[in-house]
């Protein structure tokens, strides 16, 4: 079946738009380019409709033509998502801004303002319940098919479903006695990394290795056969993830991004501290890391906890046995650390009271007592 196109754009500016958007599209991908042309598409038809005279880019203002096109936008019956409307924004000034050095026409640097553009919302991050991960982990374990394996391979690494279409044959490296990483190639944010991972995603990459082997498609060096496109397989695991959601009476809403949320809350609660985290995540800013964790007041209260029972400033405990005492100098400096290690431990404990005061104010003389006994010891 042939699928349906829309007619190209007729309009006496469309070449010059297009021709910004192919020079700002040199290093991006397919996706990129196709929103550049999206948002144009947009802007002009509203342009050919209510102003059908605008036939040069010198004939461009800011008002009423782009201030046209943003009410449009906010006015639609089935209104655009936030984020969807400020990448409109943002795509429309970028072309526009390469246009006016192309096409030496300055003024059209300065159609759209930075306020025009409206904050973020925030994302509230979308983990699976534990419930609803384990249920579906099992259906793809007890499936071990194609898109259940590819899943897995999800889950268990915090991959994007676009980064795990673009794995390598030979993605799975070894890097030492049973250990393995999966290296992933450059991705959204061009970053490319090497994600570890145990035994059971090793056994996962290699059924996938299998799958494709079966594949009729010829080897192009892809863990995964994409028969038409990468997006045309990408919309297939969609429809499958779908599709096991409906048969275990799970939401049918539910996300492959929504994986790549529960690693990212799973190894935080396991321990992995926040800097490893974006590294895993192949992020550069710690605010879009944010927006994948899950931090509940469970977790809160556990951090905090454990802060109090081990405080990570203080150093360890100094052993002071009674066979292992030292002499002299040397036997005074332990005694000074006990006692000091003693006092902090203790002033913890109060609440914020004169006391406390007191005592930390003592703990700091202990420490300059330390420094002039251990350059007694040293002369």
């Given at each position: 079946?042939?699928?349906?196109?829309?007619?190209p754009?007729?309009?006496?500016?469309?070449?010059?738009?297009?021709?910004?958007?192919?020079?700002?599209?040199?290093?991006?991908?397919?996706?990129?380019?196709?929103?550049?042309?999206?948002?144009?598409?947009?802007?002009?038809?509203?342009?050919?409709?209510?102003?059908?005279?605008?036939?040069?880019?010198?004939?461009?203002?800011?008002?009423?033509h782009?201030?046209?096109?943003?009410?449009?936008?906010?006015?639609?019956?089935?209104?655009?998502?936030?984020?969807?409307?400020?990448?409109?924004?943002?795509?429309?000034?970028?072309?526009?801004?390469?246009?006016?050095?192309?096409?030496?026409?300055?003024?059209?640097?300065?159609?759209?303002?930075?306020?025009d553009?409206?904050?973020?919302?925030y994302?509230?991050?979308?983990?699976?319940?534990?419930?609803?991960?384990?249920?579906?982990?099992?259906?793809?374990?007890?499936?071990?098919?194609?898109?259940?394996?590819?899943?897995?391979?999800?889950?268990?690494?915090?991959?994007?479903?676009?980064?795990?279409?673009?794995?390598?044959?030979?993605?799975?490296?070894?890097?030492?006695?049973?250990?393995?990483?999966?290296?992933?190639?450059?991705?959204?944010?061009?970053t490319?990394?090497?994600?570890?991972?145990?035994?059971?995603?090793s056994?996962?990459?290699q059924?996938?290795?299998?799958?494709?082997?079966?594949?009729?498609?010829?080897?192009?060096?892809?863990?995964?056969a994409?028969?038409?496109?990468?997006?045309?397989?990408?919309?297939?695991?969609?429809?499958?993830?779908?599709?096991?959601c409906?048969?275990?009476g799970?939401s049918?809403?539910?996300?492959?991004?929504?994986?790549?949320?529960?690693?990212?809350?799973?190894?935080?609660?396991?321990?992995?501290?926040?800097?490893?985290?974006?590294?895993?995540?192949?992020?550069?800013n710690?605010?879009?890391t944010?927006?994948?964790?899950?931090?509940?007041?469970?977790?809160?209260q556990?951090?905090?906890?454990?802060?109090?029972?081990k405080?990570?400033?203080?150093?360890?405990?100094?052993?002071?046995?009674?066979?292992l005492?030292?002499?002299?100098l040397?036997?005074?400096?332990?005694?000074?650390?006990?006692?000091?290690?003693?006092?902090?431990?203790?002033?913890?404990?109060?609440?914020?009271?004169?006391?406390?005061?007191?005592?930390?104010?003592?703990?700091?003389?202990?420490?300059?007592?330390?420094?002039?006994?251990?350059?007694?010891?040293?002369?």
């Amino acid at each position: 079946m042939k699928r349906w196109r829309r007619p190209p754009l007729r309009h006496p500016l469309a070449p010059a738009f297009e021709r910004a958007v192919e020079s700002l599209s040199t290093a991006l991908g397919l996706g990129s380019k196709l929103s550049y042309r999206t948002t144009v598409r947009s802007f002009l038809v509203c342009l050919a409709a209510e102003y059908p005279k605008v036939t040069r880019l010198e004939q461009l203002r800011r008002d009423p033509h782009l201030l046209h096109w943003m009410s449009r936008m906010r006015a639609r019956t089935s209104p655009l998502a936030t984020s969807t409307y400020i990448g409109r924004l943002i795509a429309l000034r970028s072309v526009c801004n390469e246009m006016a050095w192309m096409e030496k026409c300055p003024e059209l640097a300065h159609l759209i303002y930075s306020g025009d553009i409206p904050r973020m919302p925030y994302t509230l991050p979308r983990p699976l319940t534990a419930e609803q991960d384990q249920r579906l982990r099992q259906e793809f374990l007890r499936r071990n098919d194609l898109g259940g394996n590819v899943f897995l391979l999800l889950r268990h690494t915090g991959m994007r479903i676009g980064e795990c279409a673009d794995l390598s044959f030979d993605c799975l490296r070894s890097i030492g006695p049973d250990q393995w990483a999966i290296h992933v190639p450059l991705g959204k944010l061009k970053t490319e990394r090497m994600v570890p991972v145990d035994s059971f995603t090793s056994d996962v990459v290699q059924r996938l290795r299998f799958f494709r082997s079966l594949d009729p498609l010829p080897a192009d060096g892809r863990l995964l056969a994409c028969p038409r496109s990468k997006r045309a397989f990408i919309r297939r695991l969609c429809d499958y993830l779908h599709q096991v959601c409906h048969t275990l009476g799970l939401s049918t809403s539910i996300v492959p991004h929504q994986f790549r949320h529960t690693y990212a809350t799973e190894m935080l609660r396991s321990g992995v501290s926040f800097p490893v985290l974006m590294k895993l995540l192949g992020h550069t800013n710690p605010q879009m890391t944010m927006h994948y964790v899950d931090i509940a007041l469970t977790d809160l209260q556990r951090e905090f906890r454990l802060a109090n029972s081990k405080p990570r400033h203080l150093a360890p405990q100094p052993k002071v046995s009674p066979a292992l005492q030292r002499k002299g100098l040397d036997g005074i400096i332990d005694f000074l650390r006990a006692a000091q290690h003693a006092m902090l431990m203790f002033r913890r404990s109060l609440p914020t009271s004169h006391s406390r005061s007191t005592l930390n104010r003592l703990a700091n003389r202990l420490t300059k007592i330390l420094v002039e006994m251990r350059k007694l010891r040293a002369h």
